[in-house]
């Protein structure tokens, strides 16, 4: 390859790497132990570096709840659809912490959330070598081709560590960029969060910076995340909870076998297949699978616990149904309450509820990757709905002399479906984009 930098890199970049990888959570986790896997083979090896802003490995850290379970089965975990006999799997790690007895005996195919963590920083530890923590990507810029200024060869990528930079830089070379930027947490219009309203992405830690100096909460959502935090909360003590939410009651998540296809990897190959209007309709029809449902056993303890309370005539958690919050009014300090305006929906009747905290499990937003990518951007295509398009290999599609592959893993939910940001397909994804990668069609 006879490459020159493109406008803004480092002149002195010679070295090359094949992938890399910005954000290192489960997705690109994945794909560090494909790539390892793929050199630890032979055949020809793939120079593989990634990067993630955050100081140490950790996935949603702040809604580890005790005793809270995961939602998909052990066997979707970082390796296991790609490769069952890989040494990164779930089982491996319960050999190698002598709990594989244990765990068959619990009757169960979700370990808790705590657990699974575990499994995550195990095998995390295990590609330790080719990720760079407290390192954020900050500009993406085109390397263009010697003796073909229009084509562009590689991509250079600024790196900036978090801790002793003095927003000083440092340029890494790839011929392709993997973006594994995760979720943003998302608030309804005119909520920022401070020290008296939260989310629930921030919840373990907030709680314990407040000990016992919180005692009156209101949870906003109906969704997972909503009932599960109204579950720990209530659970803390003589506390008070006060769930909001649009819907009538918590509505079931959808787990049966069959609605549960959708998460398969075929289904991908279906989704992308389809039309607009079809990806419309199985989004609809579907969504009650992942998004504002909840556990049905998680639901039934809720009801239990309001009805146990009446019948004691001692109630601490209320669920204010068909109901949304139209005001919130924050004070300066810990002293005064928050005070929330909040409608029923059916009548119109308001009425104002006084808190030390308020909640909001509202979930969570892609975050454009096109944000960093700079003049690269430029060369990615979009459809008329303004979402980029997608190859079926998770690579953005781009403009005629662009060689380097971009590939997004998580914001292709209107591309490949509802199993985008999650983790059911994380393994099947991270050996599409290395089979894609080797291909070499993409350099």
């Not at 008296?196 to 373990?204: A, G, I, K, Q």
Request: some cysteine; charged content about 25%; glycine content about 10%.
């Amino acid at each position: 390859m006879n490459a020159v930098p493109g406008p803004g890199t480092n002149s002195g970049v010679t070295d090359v790497l094949d992938v890399l990888g910005v954000g290192f959570g489960p997705s690109n986790l994945s794909l560090a132990i494909a790539v390892e896997e793929h050199n630890a083979r032979g055949g020809r090896p793939l120079r593989a570096a990634f990067v993630e802003q955050q100081e140490r490995f950790g996935w949603h850290r702040g809604m580890l709840l005790p005793g809270v379970t995961m939602q998909v089965s052990y066997l979707k975990d970082l390796v296991t659809m790609r490769d069952p006999t890989s040494p990164s799997s779930f089982l491996c790690y319960l050999h190698s912490h002598d709990r594989i007895a244990d765990f068959i005996n619990t009757g169960t195919a979700y370990p808790t959330r705590l657990e699974f963590h575990d499994y995550l920083e195990w095998a995390a530890r295990r590609v330790d070598h080719l990720v760079t923590y407290g390192t954020r990507a900050v500009a993406v810029t085109p390397v263009y081709d010697l003796e073909d200024t229009e084509t562009v060869v590689a991509v250079d990528v600024a790196l900036r560590d978090a801790v002793g930079s003095d927003g000083a830089t440092r340029t890494v070379r790839a011929r392709n960029v993997v973006l594994a930027s995760g979720l943003q947490p998302w608030l309804p219009e005119g909520i920022e969060r401070s020290e008296r309203v939260w989310h629930t992405s921030e919840l373990l830690p907030r709680l314990e910076e407040f000990g016992a100096d919180a005692r009156r909460f209101v949870v906003v959502g109906a969704g997972q995340s909503a009932a599960e935090a109204t579950a720990h909360i209530h659970g803390r003590g003589d506390t008070e909870v006060h769930a909001v939410f649009a819907r009538y009651g918590y509505s079931p998540a959808d787990d049966s076998a069959f609605a549960n296809r959708i998460f398969d990897p075929e289904a991908v190959d279906d989704f992308y297949a389809a039309t607009p209007q079809v990806r419309d309709l199985l989004m609809s029809y579907h969504a009650n699978t992942n998004y504002s449902c909840v556990d049905g056993p998680l639901i039934d303890d809720l009801f239990r616990r309001v009805y146990a309370e009446k019948v004691a005539g001692n109630p601490r958690l209320f669920v204010h149904r068909a109901s949304r919050v139209t005001k919130v009014r924050v004070p300066d300090g810990r002293t005064d309450p928050v005070d929330l305006d909040v409608e029923f929906l059916p009548t119109g009747e308001a009425e104002t509820l006084s808190a030390d905290v308020v909640l909001y499990a509202t979930g969570y937003r892609p975050v454009d990757p096109t944000g960093m990518l700079g003049e690269v951007g430029a060369w990615c295509r979009r459809g008329l709905d303004g979402e980029l398009l997608v190859g079926r290999d998770y690579r953005v599609e781009t403009a005629p002399g662009m060689r380097a592959g971009v590939y997004l893993q998580g914001p292709t939910e209107h591309s490949h479906g509802i199993s985008s940001t999650l983790l059911s397909n994380t393994a099947v994804r991270a050996g599409e984009i290395l089979a894609s990668v080797l291909a070499g069609t993409h350099r």
